[in-house]
């Protein structure tokens, strides 16, 4: 099964800006007929789950149990949020990276934290290394360009991170443009 991958923050609250946002991208994907697979806990997750899960798609969350079901006391996420409509429990935080990222038609960052960073890089090597000896259909990123591009922008320019696999957004509409022509 193929599916858009949402990454970001699980530290949003709903009413936030962010959540609102995030909770848009995902309904514009399940208005689109897109699956969509976060990380499956909550803020950002939560809300790109409650937006996509008003229409007929797939909601995957992929979840660590072992990693996250004892974390509630130290203000980490416990458990699955409520909006996601299939389940996927991995081991590791690796596995539950590889899952999100192996049948992905697109990523969408969103702003986060280390954890949406390390998701960033890894899909973008992982789409970089899938590119390098063949010119195969890029699996597209999509950034939210007012919190990605001064870092993106910042990274020293020998580490070969071709930003030709990478692209920003800063609006909901802009976004809709961009959805409506994946393939």
């Known amino acids: 099964m193929n599916y858009i991958t949402v990454f970001g923050s699980s530290r949003c609250n709903p009413g936030d800006t962010e959540y609102l946002f ?8 399940g208005q689109y007929g897109y699956n969509v697979a976060t990380g499956g806990y909550q803020g950002t997750m939560e809300a790109v789950s ?3 899960s008003a229409y007929d798609v797939k909601v995957i969350g992929v979840t660590v149990p072992s ?17 996601i409509n299939q389940e996927i429990q991995t081991e590791s935080l690796s596995n539950r990276i590889h899952f999100l990222i192996e049948n992905s038609l697109a990523f969408v960052v969103l702003p986060g934290k280390i954890g949406t960073l390390t998701e960033l890089f890894v899909a973008w090597n992982s789409v970089y290394l899938y590119n390098i000896n063949e010119n195969k259909n890029v699996v597209p990123i999509f950034l939210k360009k007012d919190f990605w591009e001064s870092i993106i922008k910042g990274l020293p320019s020998d580490m070969e991170l071709d930003e030709k696999f ?16 994946l393939n």
């Open 22 to 29: 995030a909770e848009k991208i995902g309904s514009l994907i």
């Open 50 to 52: 409650k937006g996509a």
């Open 67 to 83: 990693m996250f079901s004892d974390k509630n006391d130290k203000g980490f996420e416990r458990k699955p949020n409520i909006f």
């Open 166 to 181: 990478i692209d920003y957004f800063d609006s909901e509409e802009e976004f809709e443009e961009i959805i409506s022509k």
